[in-house]
């Protein structure tokens, strides 16, 4: 069991503060959605604690030793699958822990451990085929066993099913969750969609912008997920209330408040 946390943290960008006291831990097995209006600091606190950002002061440690850059522990997923057109599935499944480097017995196990992911995402069959000749949503799974590959204690998405409609978006997540369950990771997840956070997250954290601060944090308490569940009540009062709490925070009204604000004089 591992724990990441983050405590304190502020970024900034010359003069601009992108992040104020952000305060958040992540264990394994844990799923964390990071969801706020465009521009609050989701994807710059992700690559933050993925180490592809600094911090400008705060602690980010996992089980208390300080993240000072990418490490195997943290695997990122992005929107864009960023596969090697070149290799095959299996190939750039393998590529990810530079297999060439493996000897005798633990190059056996990674050989084992890939396939074992492609049966996992349901790729066993489009083993070599290239990624030009999968669909997105395959591509997408491409990437997920690839990140799986480093048997990271943290995954990291950004907006991963962002790209893919919304049948292979349903598909996705009931995989995420599956491979949560299999995996043990701890996954912090950016979106936009307050349905997917709700339907895939333990907890929600509401980011806010101006400067990005954590508005709030809900707890998910909802039994297993099935797709009916997004039309249960209880299901679509967090959704409601979330989306209230972003549209709040974002300082936008929408174009209907407007209207019904100048009919009323
Ligand atoms: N390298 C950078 N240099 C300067 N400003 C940056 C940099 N990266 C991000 N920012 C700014 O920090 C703020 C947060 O950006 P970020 O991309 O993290 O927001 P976000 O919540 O992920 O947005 P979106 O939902 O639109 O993807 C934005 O105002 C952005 O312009």
Known sequence: MSTLLVSHLNKRFGAFEALRDINLTLQSGEFVALVGASGCGKSTLLRIVGGLETRS?????????????PGHDRAMVFQDYSLYPWLSVI????FCRGLKAYRGQEANEAVRHADLLLELMGLTRVRN?????????????????????????????DEPFGALDTQTR??????ILHVKEVEKSGILFVTHDVEEAVYLADRVVVLAPHPGHIDSVWHIDLPKRTQDLKLAPEFLHYKREITQRIRATSGMVSDLSVLAALAAG
């Open 57 to 69: 002061n705060g602690v980010l440690e996992i089980d208390g030793v300080g993240i000072t850059g």
């Open 91 to 94: 190939e750039n499944v393998r």
């Open 129 to 157: 085929s290239r990624p030009d000749q999968l669909s997105g949503g395959m591509r997408q799974r491409v990437a997920i066993a690839r990140a799986l590959m480093a048997q990271p204690d943290f995954l990291l998405m």
């Open 170 to 175: 349903e598909v996705m997540h009931d995989l």
